[in-house]
């Protein structure tokens, strides 16, 4: 089988049993890989009473046709199960190198149900799964736990996708940390990683791919890439990552600055990118097979009262704007420690520091006082503050016990209107991207499969904007580039959200798929190029609606309603006070009346209607 190793792993932790099964030729022509594997099997597992932290709940690993071969950015894998954070699916995709080996070892997906009777790793290599005892692991960080494994095992090739101490402890804000700093799996996957007791998947292969047309694969992806570098994004992302863009945020009044009390954090300049590069970056890095550097190494001096040097990667915007302007901060040796801590805890970027801000608020309102902090006061822009909340929403010790499970957790256990302060949507955190200055982000934000999430429909007309080829693909007018308008913008994020959907099938990162690579016309050759499938460009297109709209009945099923597609009263009710958007609330209403006319939802029930789910093969669901 070309482009795919043929074969899928479950794990019954409870049985310590494994199986190995024959993938099924039906799935892949309906769902092609990865994030449509992931879903499809999570619609056939769930159940409207599963409990997120249950051993019911599967937690399903996937990669797809392009990952480990020399398609561009093929390192990416995908994650996925019930969140405990909002109660529906989560789906989580990551880069760095461990997900060409999970595949190179002979598989496209690992669905790991039951729990272990005591801490445990899988160890994936070259067609075999193996459970082994992890208590000696138990309690380390991510960090520790990569280079315990490594050196205990012998082989310092071994990727270690790993859970610290936030999925030990069931914090509903713990991820999956892969190759120490890549991170996936919003709304707690760490957690249900950490439910199962299964502290690591370590994975090492040497088989590689097959795939159909070894010529004409070299020949497509120099194409592509070249085309790629052509794109006006390609030299920023190479050089800055995404650390530039707090200038363009700053400039559009849309920096979230002290958990979305303004737009425009004062000390941007001393957190902004160019710091970052002149005084921390020591080189720039990419993920497996990817032509963007967008990542780099950094270290930050050691101090008496901060500890030794620490050294680091994956910086990122997220970086400089969670821990930074989101909570006020804008000291950028403790910003970065924040996120070396982040990862090293495993924790969520955007929501253990949003839950921090959150917390900052309700402590400025006296919702919470000196009695809920143990004394600490949580004073806005104090990085060291920050530190010491994300350490304890990790432990769960003191008010961490509370900030642990997010910022919708907090504002119902500390009631006293604090609800006015949140920032989220269907229970997760948006980025520090504010909502008002971006509408189609902020649709994005609330429509979003998975609660709050910028990297589902991924837009990019505020940023940059679409051209008039991808404009009319869409069925937008150019108007839809404008910043502070609302129209298009429906359409426009429903066909990004399918796109994204189909680019986490391949898999493909979100800055290599940016603009033209994310369209089915100029990826289908690649695509039967690695598989040998002919397939059309209308069936790569209702590949990516498809998986949104069973994403769609899966929330359905799980009791998310149509009235769960919205924005908290901050983003719609409270204008931003200064700069470039001053004035604006996000126009909600417009934008989901047409986002629900192009997926042919109802908009009173959120259901699909039963001609869209026929064309796209679901009516069976
Ligand atoms: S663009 Fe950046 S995040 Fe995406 S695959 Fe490349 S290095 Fe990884």
Redesign the pocket.
């Known amino acids: 089988m070309y482009g795919y190793m043929g074969k899928y792993a479950i794990v019954d932790l409870t049985k310590k049993e494994v199986k190995i099964k024959n993938l099924e030729e039906t799935l892949i022509q309906e769902y092609i890989g990865g994030r449509g594997f992931i879903i499809r099997w999570l619609y056939d597992m769930l159940d409207k009473k599963t409990d997120p932290l249950s051993p019911e709940n599967p937690l399903i690993f996937a990669v797809g046709p392009w990952t480990g071969t020399m398609a561009p950015?093929s390192?990416r894998w995908i994650v996925g199960g019930l969140a405990p954070q909002t109660g529906i699916h989560s789906i989580g995709i990551g880069?760095g190198q461990w997900g060409a080996h999970m595949k190179w070892a002979g598989f496209d997906a690992i669905i790991i149900k039951g729990k272990a009777d005591g801490p445990v790793f899988l160890l994936v290599e070259n067609n075999k799964i193996e459970i082994h005892p992890a208590d000696k692991y138990w309690g380390m960080d991510n960090n520790q736990l990569e280079s315990a494994i490594r050196s205990d095992l012998g082989n310092p090739d071994y990727h270690v996708a790993g859970i610290g101490p936030a999925g030990e402890n069931l914090s509903h804000m713990a991820t999956v940390i892969v190759d120490r700093t890549r991170s996936a799996g919003r709304g707690g996957m760490g957690a249900v990683m950490g439910s199962k007791l299964l502290k690591a998947i370590v994975a090492y292969g040497t088989q590689g791919v097959k795939v159909a047309d070894p010529q004409g694969v070299i020949d497509l992806t120099i194409d592509l890439t070249a085309r790629l570098m052509d794109e006006p994004h390609y030299k920023t992302?190479s050089y800055w990552g995404t650390t530039r863009f707090l200038e363009r945020y700053t400039e559009h009044g849309g920096l979230m600055t002290r958990n979305a009390q303004k737009g425009i954090f004062d000390n941007w300049r001393k957190i902004d990118g160019n710091v970052y590069l002149d005084q921390f970056r020591i080189k720039q890095t990419?993920?497996f097979a990817?032509p963007?550097?967008?990542?780099s190494y950094y270290t930050v001096e050691g101090s008496e009262k901060l500890g030794p040097a620490i050294f680091g990667e994956s910086v990122s915007a997220s970086t400089l704007k969670e821990p930074g302007a989101r909570c006020g901060v804008s000291d950028m040796g403790l910003v970065l420690r924040s996120h070396a801590a982040i990862d090293r805890y495993g924790l969520d970027l955007i929501s253990a520091p949003a839950t921090v801000a959150f917390a900052m608020e309700a402590y400025e309102y006296g919702v919470i006082t000196d009695r809920d902090t143990g004394g600490v006061p949580l004073t806005w822009g104090n990085g060291h503050v920050v530190l010491e909340m994300l350490r304890r929403a990790a432990f769960g010790e003191g008010l961490g016990k509370v900030l642990m499970h997010g910022s919708r957790h907090c504002a119902r256990t500390w009631g006293k209107g604090s609800e006015r302060f949140l920032s989220d949507s269907k229970g997760l955190e948006p980025p520090a991207t504010d909502a008002r200055a971006y509408p189609s982000w902020a649709l994005g934000y609330a429509t979003s499969s998975r609660g709050a999430c910028h990297m589902r429909a991924y837009s990019v007309v505020e940023f940059g904007g679409v051209n008039e080829v991808q404009a009319e693909r869409m069925g937008v007018s150019m108007e839809v580039n404008e910043r502070l308008g609302w129209k298009g913008k429906g359409r426009s994020v429903a066909v990004f959200e399918d796109l994204r959907s189909l680019g986490d099938c391949l898999t493909i990162?979100r800055?290599?798929g940016r603009n033209e690579l994310a369209f089915p016309e100029n990826i289908v050759d690649l695509y039967t190029a690695v598989t040998g499938r002919t397939v059309t460009v209308k069936e790569l297109y209702d590949v990516g609606e498809r998986i949104t709209n069973l994403e769609r009945l899966i929330n359905l099923r799980q009791g998310m309603k149509a009235t769960d597609d919205d924005l908290p009263v901050r983003f719609l009710e409270e204008p931003l006070t200064e700069g470039a958007s001053a004035g604006k609330v996000v126009p909600l209403e417009p934008m989901l009346i047409e986002y629900y006319q192009t997926r042919d939802w109802d908009r009173g029930d959120g259901k699909p209607s039963t001609e869209r789910l026929k064309s796209l093969k679901l009516q069976n669901l």
Request: proline share 7%; with cysteine; hydrophobic share 30%.
């Open positions: 950015s390192g880069g992302y990419a993920c990817c963007i550097p967008c990542s990162c800055f290599v």
